[in-house]
């Protein structure tokens, strides 16, 4: 029986058993690894010897595998070092314990000669989202006409000489907000927006003409598979700019979509450029039926696509990850 390692946050459930009873319907089983209980809870034992790295791993189950007998791992979510407490510790030397920890972590497994959907060094890169999107252009997906600029009058600019503009953050981090922590979702910029620029001076600024849509679609790229969902999010006022402010009522609406084939050929180009065997594509088709890319989020959800629109992304994930690693 073939095992596979999934590096899960604790609050992981639903989808780890999703890909659990995909690779069990194989013949295979995963063992869990809650990133955040390591290394409060989780131990990992290994010695670089003539063969590479050969050790153990023990989950805070209690259940323990043998580095060489693992034969992918998943790698979905990585809190390494989350459950360090803070009470008697200095920041400094909380934040060097999980600085250690996940170099420890991080290199020692994703050198390990398994499959990896995927390494954790090629999802650092493919994050980028400026670069990503080079890529999706040179892959040969139709991309927004896009701004980055810290300078308030060059956006100025080029917003009046543009039209419509949105803009959006390029890093996903919580920020404070009028309700609270929360990620800084896309907006329309306003003429009142452009007049008070001075927070550019911090941060640059991301912008890009808006896109009129017809329908927004999530597309699970899986090894040379496209697995395809989409909504209507304009049914939603709160929702046009921005889908994810209705998601709770958007998501169970999503239904499969077939997309044509050569934007499935595109992302399945542009996931191997970037050195990936999975990612959750956001794109938009234009009522002229134009498809124009997003963004790409490495190891970006999938449970609401299988769920809702019937694509069975773990299955795909399942197949992908009882491949034969390549030489």
């Not at 990992?44 to 063969?51: F, H, K, Q, T």
């Not at 400026?130 to 252009?137: D, F, G, S």
């Not at 991301?206 to 699970?220: H, M, P, S, W, Y």
């Not at 700019?241 to 499935?264: I, N, Y």
């Amino acid at each position: 029986m073939k095992t596979v390692l999934g590096i899960v946050s604790s609050r992981d459930t639903e989808t780890f058993e999703l890909l659990a009873a995909a690779l069990d319907a194989r013949g295979a089983r995963l063992v869990r690894l809650d990133s955040d209980r390591y290394p409060t809870a989780a131990r990992l034992d290994a010695e670089l010897g003539p063969g590479g790295w050969r050790g153990r791993l023990t989950n805070h189950l209690g259940e323990t595998v043998a580095l060489a007998d693992l034969s992918a791992i998943w790698w979905r979510r990585l809190y390494v070092g989350r459950r360090i407490p803070s009470e008697g510790l200095h920041p400094r030397v909380r934040r060097a314990c999980r600085l250690e920890a996940d170099a420890a972590l991080q290199g020692i497994l994703a050198s390990l000669p398994c499959v990896h959907v995927d390494d954790p060094f090629a999802v650092a890169r493919a994050e980028n989202k400026p670069w990503q999107l080079e890529m999706a252009r040179r892959a040969g997906l139709e991309v927004p006409v896009t701004f980055n600029s810290n300078t308030p009058d060059a956006v100025r600019r080029w917003v009046r000489s543009t039209g419509p503009v949105i803009t959006k953050m390029l890093a996903a981090i919580d920020v404070p907000t009028d309700d609270g922590e929360g990620v800084v979702g896309t907006s329309a910029l306003t003429e009142a927006d452009l007049e008070d620029l001075d927070g550019l001076s911090l941060a640059p600024g991301t912008f890009q003409g808006r896109i009129e849509k017809d329908l927004e679609v999530r597309a699970a790229v899986v090894g040379d598979r496209v697995l395809a969902a989409g909504v209507d999010s304009q049914q939603l006022p709160e929702a046009q700019v921005d889908w994810r402010k209705g998601s709770e009522t958007l998501m169970p609406l999503f239904r499969a979509v077939a997309l044509p084939e050569g934007v499935q050929r595109a992302l399945v180009r542009l996931n191997r450029s970037m050195g990936l065997n999975y990612g959750g594509a956001d794109l938009i088709r234009t009522p002229e039926g134009r498809w124009v890319f997003l963004e790409i989020n490495p190891g970006g959800e999938w449970r609401w696509v299988q769920e809702a629109a019937g694509l069975d992304v773990a299955g795909a994930l399942a197949e992908r990850l009882l491949t034969e690693p390549s030489a």
